[in-house]
T-cell receptor
Framework: KQEVTQIPAALSVPEGENLVLNCSFT??????LQWFRQDPGKGLTSLLL?????REQTSGRLNASLDKSSGRSTLYIAASQPGDSATYLCAPGDYGQNFVFGPGTRLSVLP | GAGVSQSPRYKVAKRGQDVALRCDPISGHVSLFWYQQALGQGPEFLTYFQNEAQLDKSGLPSDRFFAERPEGSVSTLKIQRTQQEDSAVYLCASSLRQTSTDTQYFGPGTRLTVL
């Protein structure tokens, strides 16, 4: 059974810092991996989707990398802003469209 | 529509009552997913539909949980004889195609509280 952990559980940084969120998963037989953000009381918004054959994906200030063999993914956020404050979840997906979510990293960016 | 919608947004039920949660996916999306999210946790997979066919229901926690998507669009998640441990946010997501390469789009969720 796939198990996903995310480190740190919570993070508070001043505005403008670059930061890295870590995701680890136990079963490397994945098809892809998604990073989501979740704002309080709301659903999830997909940020980046990395296929298992890819090493990284970029969208604006966000960059996600994937090391499938070692069961790791990182989300890099450049020049953080208060609007980035949210919970960030990673979810590796298997071949059956089953995504397993980590518990999330709760990020606070202070102005 | 503009996105995935869910209703009701909040539901309070007495233990033992039956509840029905509705999901309206993005128009034309083939795949539909239900997740359960406990407080402070990531969502956990419940079930998956491809059009009207329920292809995976391995995440449903008990036979009190039932989901359907009879016409391949709107889906309903029904919970019979609710118990306190059913209290959670129930999230619905849809994706355009039937492959695993597609992004999932999530609704805002239904927060269920069982007293």
């Amino acid at each position: 059974k796939q198990e996903v952990t995310q480190i740190p559980a919570a993070l508070s940084v001043p505005e403008g810092e670059n930061l890295v969120l870590n995701c680890s998963f136990t079963d490397s037989a994945i098809y892809n991996l998604q990073w989501f953000r979740q704002d309080p009381g709301k659903g999830l918004t997909s940020l980046l989707l990395i296929q298992s054959s890819q090493r990284e994906q970029t969208s604006g200030r966000l960059n996600a990398s994937l090391d499938k063999s070692s069961g790791r993914s990182t989300l890099y956020i450049a020049a953080s802003q208060p609007g980035d404050s949210a919970t960030y979840l990673c979810a590796p997906g298997d071949y059956g469209q089953n995504f397993v979510f980590g518990p999330g990293t709760r990020l606070s960016v202070l102005p | 529509g503009a996105g995935v919608s869910q209703s009701p947004r909040y539901k309070v039920a007495k233990r033992g009552q039956d509840v029905a949660l509705r999901c309206d996916p993005i128009s034309g999306h083939v795949s539909l997913f239900w997740y359960q999210q406990a407080l402070g946790q990531g969502p956990e997979f419940l079930t998956y539909f491809q059009n009207e066919a329920q292809l995976d229901k391995s995440g449903l926690p008990s036979d009190r949980f039932f989901a359907e998507r009879p016409e391949g669009s709107v889906s309903t998640l029904k919970i019979q004889r609710t118990q306190q441990e059913d209290s959670a946010v129930y999230l619905c997501a849809s994706s355009l195609r039937q492959t695993s390469t597609d992004t999932q789009y999530f609704g805002p969720g239904t927060r269920l509280t069982v007293l």
